[in-house]
C-alpha cells in the first residue's frame, strides 16, 4: 500500500470507529412539554418523568421565562426533598398530591454551591412538583391548596 493510501484508510477505519462509539452515549432527547393552568395562569412545562430528568432539573440553565416551568412527575405519592445546585437564578417550588393540590411551597429559593445547599422537603406527601421563576408564588397568590389543571396530556 502507498501511504497515500494507508492514510485515507487509517482515516475510514478511525472515523467509522468514532461514528460506531456514538451508539453507546444515547443523545440528548427533545424535552417533552406539558401546558397547565394554576391560578389562572398557563405555564408551558417540561415535564421530568424520569429519573435522569429529575436528577437534573433546571441545572446549568442561565434562566428561566415567566411563561414556563418544570413539572417534575413521580410515579407515587412521598416527601421528595430537592436542592439548589448548579442552579443559575432563583426558584419557587411547589408541591402538589396526587389530586393536584399545593401541599407545600417554598420561595425564593437562591442557586446554591457545593459547600453550602440546603435541601428543601416537604412536610407532606406530594406526586408533582413544579419548578418556576422565582417570585411566581406571591404574584400569583397561590396558597395551600391551590390547584393545576392539565390543559394538555402528560406523556405516558
Keep these: 500500500m502507498r501511504p497515500a493510501t494507508k492514510t485515507v484508510a487509517l482515516a475510514i477505519v478511525l472515523t467509522a470507529a468514532v461514528v ?83 401541599v407545600f411551597f417554598t420561595t425564593n429559593l437562591a442557586p446554591c454551591n457545593a459547600f453550602l445547599c440546603p435541601l428543601y422537603t416537604p412536610d407532606r406527601d406530594a406526586k408533582y412538583v413544579l419548578e418556576v421563576k422565582a417570585g411566581f408564588v406571591d404574584r400569583h397568590a397561590i396558597v395551600l391548596n391551590s390547584t393545576f389543571v392539565l390543559l394538555s396530556q402528560l406523556p405516558g
Design 20 to 102: 460506531g462509539l456514538f451508539q453507546f452515549f444515547p443523545t440528548p432527547s427533545t424535552p417533552i412539554e406539558s401546558v397547565i393552568e394554576i391560578a389562572g395562569v398557563r405555564l408551558t412545562v417540561e415535564i421530568a418523568d424520569t429519573a435522569p430528568k429529575q436528577e437534573r432539573g433546571l441545572m446549568f440553565r442561565e434562566s428561566l421565562p415567566e411563561d414556563r416551568g418544570m413539572l417534575f412527575v413521580f410515579t407515587r405519592e412521598g416527601r421528595y426533598s430537592f436542592w439548589m445546585k448548579d442552579v443559575r437564578f432563583p426558584l419557587d417550588i411547589i408541591w402538589f398530591d396526587e389530586n393536584r393540590r399545593a
